[in-house]
C-alpha cells in the first residue's frame, strides 16, 4: 500500500474531470483498505474510496483528504448443491458468489455467466466495481442489484469494525440504500460521511441461479432484440451479449476512443412522483410505469428530449438554447457555431458528457441547463445520480 499514480481525479473518472490529489492509496488487501480509512478517520480527513470512478463528478478544485481504492479482484463461488434461502428453505439450483469490493462489475458478470450461473447477466456491462454495485443498487434493463444480493461485508466507520449488512439492512431502493443515504444528515444538506458512506463495502455475496437461462426478461426492448416475450427466458449468455450490444449503441460501454462514453451514464434519475402530482404535471403521452406506494416513475430520457434538449446538445447552442416540446424527441443536433467541451451524448440524451477538453465546471453548467429546461416546460424536478465531491448541481 502508499501513495502513487494518478495526481488529479480527472484521471480516475470516466467523466475525465476532477482536480489535484495529494495521492492514491492502492490497497490490495482488505486489512490495507480498512487502515488507510482509519488513518484519515483519526486525522479528520475526509475519506474519497473509489472503484472505477463512474459515478463521479468532482470540482475543479483540489481534493483536501485521501483517496482511497480497492485493488483486490477476488470472487469466490460457493459449493453446489445449493445453499439456504432467507425463508430457511434448501434451493438446489442456488449458489452463492462472494467478490471483493475492487472486483471490476462486468468481470464478475462474465465470469458469472461462463460458470453457467445467472441473474446478472442483464447488468451486463456497466461500469464500476462491485463494492458500488450495492451503494446506488445499481441496475438496467429491469433488474437490479437488489435481485441477487444477499449481503455485503463491510466497515463500519462509527462502530470502527466489521459488519454484515443483509439486503433488508442496506434498504435498497431505486438507486438508494442506506450506505448512500449516510453520506447525509436526514433530508438535511449537512454532510456527514461525505464523500464515502459510514459504511464501505469489502465484499458482497450474491445468490445465482445455477442454470444456463437468464432470469426472466423484464425490458421489452431486449425482449425484442432476444426474439423473446417480456417475463421469457432466454439463453443467460445470449441475453448478456444483447445488453451489451444495446449498451454500446448508445454510448454506455467505456472506449477510450469514443466521448460519447466520456460520462457518467445515466446523469439524472427517472423521476418518481405521487400519482396525482403525475396527472397534474405529465402529458397523456408521457412514459409512466408503477413504482412503490401507488407512486409513478417516469423517463428522464423522454422529458430531456421533449423539453427541447436532443442528442449532442450543449449549452450555447442556437438550436437548443430555449426548450421547447419536440414532435418526437430524437432529433439530431450538430455544433455548427463552436466545438462543446461538454454535451449531451450523441447516441443518448441521458448521458453528459466531456468532448476532450471539459472541466467539471462545464459539466455542472450543462446539467443545470438540461434541470432547469424540464423544470421549466414539465414542472419535474430532476435528480443527479453521480456522487458530486466539491460541488453543487
Excluded at 473509489?50 to 482511497?68: H, I, K, R
Excluded at 460458470?115 to 462491485?130: C, D, F, Q, R, W
Excluded at 423484464?218 to 416475450?229: S, T
Excluded at 423517463?299 to 442528442?311: D, E, V
Amino acid at each position: 500500500m502508499g501513495m502513487t499514480g494518478p495526481r488529479t481525479l480527472a484521471e480516475l473518472t470516466t467523466l475525465r474531470v476532477g482536480g489535484p490529489i495529494a495521492g492514491l492509496v492502492a490497497a490490495t488487501t482488505r486489512e490495507e483498505l480498512i487502515d488507510a480509512i482509519k488513518s484519515a478517520d483519526r486525522e479528520g480527513r475526509p475519506v474519497l474510496v473509489l472503484g472505477g470512478g463512474s459515478n463521479l463528478l468532482a470540482a475543479d478544485a483540489p481534493f483536501e483528504g485521501v483517496v482511497v481504492r480497492d485493488t483486490r479482484h477476488e470472487v469466490e463461488v460457493g459449493s453446489r448443491p445449493g445453499i439456504e434461502t432467507e425463508a430457511g428453505q434448501r434451493g438446489s439450483d442456488l449458489v452463492a458468489v462472494t467478490a471483493s469490493a475492487g472486483t471490476p462489475w462486468d468481470a464478475l458478470v462474465e465470469e458469472c455467466v461462463d460458470l453457467g450461473l445467472s441473474g446478472l447477466e442483464a447488468l451486463s456491462g456497466i461500469p464500476g466495481t462491485v463494492g458500488a454495485a450495492p451503494v446506488q443498487n445499481v441496475g438496467a434493463y429491469g433488474h437490479d442489484v437488489s435481485g441477487t444480493l444477499k449481503s455485503v461485508c463491510a466497515w463500519d466507520r462509527e462502530a470502527g469494525e466489521v459488519v454484515t449488512l443483509s439486503v433488508a439492512d442496506l434498504r435498497l431502493g431505486y438507486r438508494a440504500s442506506i450506505i448512500k443515504a449516510s453520506r447525509r444528515r436526514g433530508d438535511q444538506s449537512e454532510a456527514l460521511w461525505s464523500p464515502t458512506g459510514r459504511w464501505v463495502v469489502l465484499d458482497a455475496t450474491f445468490v445465482l441461479e445455477g442454470s444456463q437461462e437468464s432470469a426472466p426478461v423484464l425490458y421489452g426492448e431486449l425482449a425484442h432484440r432476444l426474439g423473446v416475450e417480456v417475463g421469457d427466458r432466454a439463453s443467460a449468455r445470449a441475453v448478456r451479449e444483447a445488453v451489451l450490444a444495446l449498451r454500446h449503441s448508445k454510448g454506455m460501454v467505456l472506449d477510450p476512443d469514443d466521448h460519447d462514453t466520456w460520462s457518467a451514464g445515466s446523469f439524472f434519475t427517472n423521476p418518481i412522483l405521487p400519482a396525482e402530482v403525475a396527472t397534474e404535471l405529465l402529458p397523456e403521452d408521457a412514459p409512466r410505469f408503477p413504482a412503490s406506494e401507488g407512486k409513478v416513475k417516469t423517463s428522464a430520457a423522454w422529458l430531456i428530449g421533449h423539453a427541447g434538449f436532443t442528442k449532442g446538445w450543449a449549452v450555447g447552442m442556437s438550436s437548443g438554447s430555449a426548450p421547447g416540446l419536440l414532435d418526437d424527441g430524437e432529433a439530431e443536433v450538430t455544433p455548427t457555431d463552436r466545438h462543446p467541451r461538454a454535451s449531451l451524448s450523441t447516441k443518448h440524451v441521458l448521458a453528459l458528457t466531456n468532448r476532450g477538453g471539459a472541466n467539471a465546471a462545464d459539466i455542472v453548467e450543462l446539467a443545470r441547463a438540461v434541470r432547469d429546461g424540464v423544470r421549466e416546460v414539465f414542472g419535474v424536478e430532476l435528480v443527479p445520480e453521480p456522487v458530486t465531491v466539491g460541488l453543487e448541481i
